[in-house]
């Protein structure tokens, strides 16, 4: 009887946890900051964490790019390269992780995206405006880099993906904050499908787990999408900074401890 009490509370903490994190991240990014943890506080093993969280992440991911693509906020011409392209970055920084230590990326990506949240918060204006204009073969290429890139970072290491892809579309290829987290959910969708599949063929899932937080992901990204998209890029920008500095505390505390 107390095991099973314990279980129901297990996964009612699991599942509110991983509802907010959907919400966040659908947003702008960082979810993981908030699933990840809450695995790990419920007793998951580290890899079945990472895999069982990249599970339900990736449902919840599914539905809230499908919702910026409904409401024309993802530009499929720019990226229609760069999706391949993050689906080969992915697979190969989720090989080579398994080869490299990670240690030696934390300080320069603390540093990284630290720069974009302070950026974010000094640059009056930046993100409110789609100024956006026409699709060149340049812009094509940069993006199918980006895609490469950002897809390997999160197939190797992971933190701060969201938060690097939109800060990328905004400061580069000048979209407002909506549209940039429309294009950003698109790449980081493709890496976080990519990974998810080799933690599926290497039996890291715990499904039992992973099927009722990836409900309530659904849930959580459905919510976020909808009130993103209904009000703007006024509503995503202070959840962008907040999450950015974030991740720049939580990379900074694992280094020190």
Partial sequence: M?????????????CSAGFLA???DSIAGGGGLISLPAYLFAGVP??????????????GSFLSTLGYARSNKINFRLLRFAVP?????????????LLIPQDFLS?????MILVVGLYTVFKKGIGEQNNFTTITRRKVLFGT??????????GFFGPGTGSFLIFIFIRFFRYDFINASGNAKLINFT??????????????????????????MMAGSTVGTRLA???GSKFIRPIFITMSIAVFVKLVWQMTT
């Fill in 2 to 14: 107390i095991g099973l009490i314990s279980l129901l509370f297990k996964m009612i903490f699991l």
């Fill in 22 to 24: 959907a919400f966040v």
């Fill in 46 to 59: 580290p890899h079945f964490a990472l895999g069982t969280n990249k599970f339900a992440s990736t449902s």
């Fill in 85 to 97: 392209a993050t689906v080969l970055g992915a697979a190969l920084g989720v090989r080579t992780v």
């Fill in 107 to 111: 300080p320069f990506v603390s540093v």
């Fill in 145 to 154: 880099l980006v895609g490469f890139t950002l897809g390997f970072y999160d």
């Fill in 191 to 216: 890496s976080n499908i990519t990974s998810l599949v080799m933690f599926a063929l290497n039996g890291k899932i715990d499904y039992a787990i992973g099927i009722p937080v990836a409900l309530f």
């Fill in 229 to 231: 998209i209904r009000n």
